[in-house]
């Protein structure tokens, strides 16, 4: 997601891209008459023949809003400076509206890479260096890898590297580059490699399980050795000498191993089971307590369907990585022990063998590639349609209402054919594999059994032998494939556990180590010049607020939409960090307290308060579900809600649908407010708390609020309501211009004196 911020000139030197080379061609202008693109950015002539056709590192975007740092990630690797996509996305403080040219540039800047936004005719495409990343569709950034004959070829973070003509490359490009190039102070740096170690050490830890597993996976191997012995033995033995007893000897013997053997698979099979159940518990269990303590920001740089979609991708990892490790041990030991059987017994067989096995390694490598790419874009687009259809239902109200219907149904329609489209082609590809693998699959044994039939015709093998070894060649070449299909899977691994890594790789919120227990608030709040924006490119939000609040006090934020209020709201809760400026409860640091700890003192009621699918008492009791009903009812006493609540068919029992939308406006804000008062908060923070209330039913809760002990904080539109105010801090474009009483404020003629003028007229 982006938005273009084309003019983004940097003022820089110039070293060469490529010093050795010549001067090259004059490029013509460009269609518009302006000054081509070597006119403007003279070092390009110095560019000469093209470096290396180097290929630029795929990152693929985590989600939708991360697709500049994506592409800065990819552009920092081709210029040989490695850095995961979260640290880019995290230095380029990327918002879920995406992020601009600009912070683009800037972020690359900070990583020694200096550059340009610029405007771009398509015929000027072919003087554009390799790395410079394209604003696509308004809305997407791609990196530019090279043109040639007609097609242009871009890494495209959602889906990969892809080859558009010309006339398609039209349609997307939206004429904004990025031009970027190292500078002096670029170092190239080597990331430490990702490994799937995280994910294995669960594995580990549970050896005595894991060698349980071998030894029946040894077992079931040794025995399945049986058959081609027995084959063998008939042949040679058995019916050439009517040798009966022996047959009856092998017969007793064959239903011993068929026992044996189903003994032993099903007692591996459940330790198994065992195995991916623990495996499942803490990896999972360990992902969602990771999630949950990350920071706020986090979650808004990603949708709900995103994240929920992440959280299945472990159930895929734990499947890859159980089934991989089974047929790493199962298979993997089979083949080479079946390999040496038939290396010791013929050479020329095991040579065969070895041919048939590598055409099939063969087939599966060739179908990796496409494989691989289309698994990103299969998650990609399975992400974007599972996050929309979470919006539409969520939001279905509004779409109703709006009489939206068919415009959602045919934007979800079209992320389902995207999907569908993606799964089509893997369709495509598993058939064109499958039937080639289906021809080796048959064409195997007719080779086998001829070869070994002209070595039985020169004398070479028995007929007993050559039948033992073709089952054996047989019963090599499955576990092969099943190995090689393992390694691939592996491969895909990688796109899955960078999914997954975007969570586990983001610091928590706090470390636990950090923080010191917090005692119990008494409701003194100071700002010292606080600061805050939202991006690092992005408008000062708020700026250089100090305020003194005592205990006790009723504290009025007020000022015109935007100014900044409830994200200073959000800043006393610890949500965001200020750029500069501290926070302090009673003279102690907030982030050094344990912030979770400081939360449950206060009590929140935000401008639209969520409300669970469960009981109006588990609602109101969220923060503490072992409250008394006494608690409970107090609270919703409090709120002026108790007689509603009594009113409904189960009173505090009756069940909630998901997001409270059989209340009403009214009723869902003072429920929210009974839920900040039910813990008996010290401080109480209102971001438009009553702003649905009747005037009577207003008045009613400031009067039972009134009554409180603690400190309010309060952000109101309607002005009458915070007339008693011990404190009004009037806010205007994130700044603090007046602090003072009613009357104070109303004398001084100030912004305070203008709204409440405004609201009189
Ligand atoms: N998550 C966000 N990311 C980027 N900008 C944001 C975000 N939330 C708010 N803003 C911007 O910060 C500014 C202040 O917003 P804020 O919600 O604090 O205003 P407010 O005074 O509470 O407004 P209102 O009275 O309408 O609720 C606005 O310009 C808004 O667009």
Redesign the pocket.
Known sequence: MSAPEPSAPEPSPEPPLNPSAGPAPKPPPGPSGEPSLLDRFPVLRRLGPRPTQRRVPFVQQVSVSECGAACLSMVLAWYGREVPLEEVRDVMGV?INGVSALDILDTAHRYGLRGRGTRLELEELEFLPTGSILHWDFRHFVVFERLRAGWVDIVDPAMGRRSLPLEQFRRHFTGVAVLLEPSDTFEPAKRPPRTVWRYAHHLLTQRALLFRILATSVMVQVFALGPPLLVGLVTDRVIPRGDRALLWVMGAGSVGLLLFQFLTSLVRSHLLLHLRTEFDVRVTLGFLEHLMELPYVFF?QRTAGDLSNRLNSNSIVRELLTSGALSGILDGSMVLAYLAVLLVASPALCALVVVLGLLQIAIFLGAKKRQRELMSRNLETEARSQAYQIEVLAGMETLKATGCEPRALEHWSSLFVDVLNVSLERGRLTLMTESLLGVLRLGSPLFILCFGAAQVLDGNLSLGAMLALNSLALGLLGPLSNLVATVIQFQLLGTYLARINDVLDTPREQAVRQVRPTPRLKGGITLEKVSFR?TRQ?PT?LEDISVDIRPGQLVALV?R???????LAKLLLGMYRPDSGRILYDGQELFEMDLRDVRRQLGIVM?SPYVFGDSVRANIALTDPSLPLDAVVEAAKQAQLHDEIMAMPMAYESPLVDQGSSLSGGQRQRLALARALVRKPSVLLLDEATSALDAITEAQVQRALADLSCTRIVIA?RLSTIMDADLILTLDGGRLVEAGRHDELLANGGRYAQLVAAQLR
């Open positions: 918002s808004q939202y992005g939000t000022g939409s935007g100014s900044g209020k409830s994200t401008q539109h």
